[in-house]
């Protein structure tokens, strides 16, 4: 469907789109009532909006979707933004707004058909391995290898900070398939079954006490030699889609959510401090710092790395404000996990309970690629400037030094 900005059925069809949204927002009571835990409560939510029609609205018709655009996404957003359940959560963001778009965009038929709808209809959760103790920023080094064995590939190596690994059911994996090339040239992307002997999950847990993040062995994993999306070799550019596709969903807010500026103007109410004029410049600080993340969202076409930076430098003001406003609330802590039990997001915080968002927001900086990865990224493919030097980009990976 294309652009409906000059087509004069565009507002009836919104219009009615939107009535179509509404009627199942007004549904989400019953169909969540009774549900076992968030994960339980995400499932339900995820089956019935793909069973409603909404939930691939921007996926081919052939891959069970409708082949709307921009302006039903979007609509959809916003009807369904104040229901009981909104987004995806509870683990299942990954997937849904990053592995499963990456294999609509470039994976086989067979890998669409075998994982879109089960992962859309929250059937599946997604994990994503990407980082390596060696490989963070400079993610082309990574060292995890996969060997052809007959019609399977057998993994080996390690990664970390892989958020939801605990939960999930499938990762979509990079790993090294060819040393002899230079290091963006040999890397693949695998779909990995995580329930098999082969991979141990740990968990890894921050300052706030939760376990967000995982640290992956792989030890003679197995994925099928047909489970690989793109094509061998092409798994760095395939990453990057993917990590477009997470960029876009952090900037729009999926994931860590910075503390609301709803909740500081609560908090400064409390505290006595709405008439304190460095206050209310830090508040309406803030108030234009989320209506710009929200701008850059409605424009079509942009980078994403600009919203994800916007995203990250809010979380940060709001917890450096929050930490002012609470002091001393805003370090009391009792020791207990503060507040956040989800696998994939935290919890939001509670008005007496301010230092888990303030320790937590610098995650906002990490998650997705750092600020410094973000600058580099617009300074290379939207400013056109230089790359920054490198001696390694152009010789066989098995020349380069590098640990494992």
Same mark, same amino acid.
């Given at each position: 469907?294309?652009?409906?900005?000059?087509?004069?059925?565009?507002? @009836?069809?919104?219009? /009615?789109?939107?009535?179509?949204?509404?009627?199942?927002?007004?549904?989400?009571? /019953?169909?969540?009532?009774?549900?076992?835990?968030?994960?339980?409560?995400?499932?339900?939510?995820?089956?019935?909006?793909?069973?409603?029609?909404?939930?691939?609205?921007?996926? &081919?018709?052939?891959?069970?979707?409708?082949?709307?655009?921009?302006?039903?996404?979007?609509?959809?957003?916003?009807?369904?933004?104040?229901?009981?359940?909104?987004?995806?959560?509870?683990?299942?963001?990954?997937?849904?707004?990053?592995? #499963?778009?990456? +294999?609509?965009?470039?994976?086989?038929?067979?890998?669409?058909?075998?994982?879109?709808?089960?992962?859309?209809?929250?059937?599946? +959760?997604?994990?994503?391995?990407?980082?390596? @103790?060696?490989?963070?920023?400079?993610?082309?080094?990574? =060292?995890?290898?996969?060997?052809?064995?007959?019609?399977?590939?057998?993994?080996?190596?390690?990664?970390?900070?892989?958020?939801?690994?605990?939960?999930?059911? #499938?990762?979509?994996?990079?790993?090294?398939?060819?040393?002899?090339?230079?290091?963006?040239?040999?890397?693949?992307?695998?779909?990995?079954?995580?329930?098999? &002997?082969?991979?141990?999950?740990? &968990?890894?847990?921050?300052? =706030?006490?939760?376990?967000?993040?995982?640290?992956?062995?792989?030890?003679?994993?197995?994925v099928p030699s047909n489970w690989i999306v793109g094509t061998e070799g092409d798994g760095w550019?395939?990453?990057?889609?993917?990590?477009?596709?997470?960029?876009?969903?952090?900037?729009?807010?999926?994931?860590?959510? &910075?503390?609301?500026?709803?909740? #500081? #103007?609560?908090?400064?109410?409390?505290?006595?401090?709405?008439?304190?004029?460095?206050?209310?410049?830090?508040?309406?600080?803030?108030?234009?710092?989320?209506?710009?993340?929200?701008?850059?969202?409605?424009?079509?076409?942009?980078?994403?790395?600009?919203?994800?930076?916007?995203?990250?430098?809010?979380?940060?003001?709001?917890?450096?404000?929050?930490?002012?406003?609470?002091?001393?609330?805003?370090?009391?802590?009792?020791?207990?996990?503060?507040?956040?039990?989800?696998?994939?997001?935290?919890?939001?915080?509670?008005?007496?309970?301010?230092?888990?968002?303030?320790?937590?927001?610098?995650?906002?900086?990490?998650?997705?690629?750092?600020?410094?990865?973000?600058?580099?990224?617009?300074? /290379?493919?939207?400013?056109?400037?230089?790359?920054? @030097?490198?001696?390694?980009?152009?010789?066989?990976?098995?020349?380069?030094?590098?640990?494992?």
């Amino acid at each position: 469907m294309g652009d409906l900005g000059d087509d004069p059925t565009a507002e @009836p069809e919104l219009a /009615e789109f939107r009535s179509e949204v509404r009627a199942f927002a007004n549904r989400l009571p /019953e169909i969540l009532a009774g549900a076992d835990g968030s994960i339980d409560r995400t499932r339900r939510f995820l089956a019935a909006r793909y069973d409603a029609g909404l939930g691939a609205l921007d996926y &081919p018709e052939v891959d069970g979707g409708r082949g709307l655009d921009r302006q039903h996404v979007r609509a959809y957003q916003e009807e369904i933004a104040g229901s009981e359940l909104g987004n995806a959560g509870a683990g299942f963001g990954i997937g849904i707004d990053m592995c #499963l778009p990456t +294999i609509r965009d470039h994976g086989s038929e067979e890998l669409r058909q075998r994982f879109l709808q089960p992962g859309l209809r929250g059937d599946e +959760i997604w994990c994503q391995l990407y980082s390596e @103790p060696g490989a963070g920023s400079d993610l082309a080094g990574l =060292t995890t290898r996969a060997d052809r064995d007959g019609d399977e590939w057998v993994v080996n190596g390690q990664k970390v900070w892989t958020s939801g690994a605990s939960v999930a059911d #499938l990762g979509i994996l990079l790993a090294r398939t060819d040393w002899d090339v230079p290091k963006h040239a040999g890397i693949s992307m695998l779909v990995l079954p995580m329930d098999q &002997p082969g991979v141990e999950v740990r &968990p890894l847990h921050q300052m =706030t006490g939760v376990a967000h993040f995982n640290e992956v062995f792989l030890d003679d994993a197995r994925v099928p030699s047909n489970w690989i999306v793109g094509t061998e070799g092409d798994g760095w550019r395939m990453a990057v889609a993917l990590l477009a596709h997470e960029r876009s969903s952090i900037g729009r807010g999926g994931g860590r959510q &910075p503390i609301p500026v709803d909740r #500081l #103007l609560e908090l400064a109410r409390s505290t006595g401090r709405t008439d304190d004029p460095l206050v209310r410049q830090d508040l309406a600080r803030l108030h234009t710092g989320s209506q710009i993340v929200r701008w850059l969202n409605a424009r079509p076409g942009i980078h994403p790395s600009i919203s994800k930076l916007w995203r990250s430098r809010q979380g940060r003001e709001a917890a450096d404000v929050t930490a002012r406003l609470a002091f001393p609330g805003g370090m009391a802590w009792l020791g207990d996990p503060m507040g956040a039990t989800e696998p994939d997001r935290a919890v939001e915080p509670t008005s007496d309970h301010w230092a888990y968002g303030i320790c937590d927001s610098r995650a906002l900086s990490l998650g997705g690629g750092t600020d410094e990865v973000q600058r580099n990224t617009l300074g /290379e493919r939207v400013l056109g400037l230089s790359r920054e @030097p490198t001696t390694d980009r152009d010789i066989p990976f098995r020349l380069v030094p590098h640990n494992g």
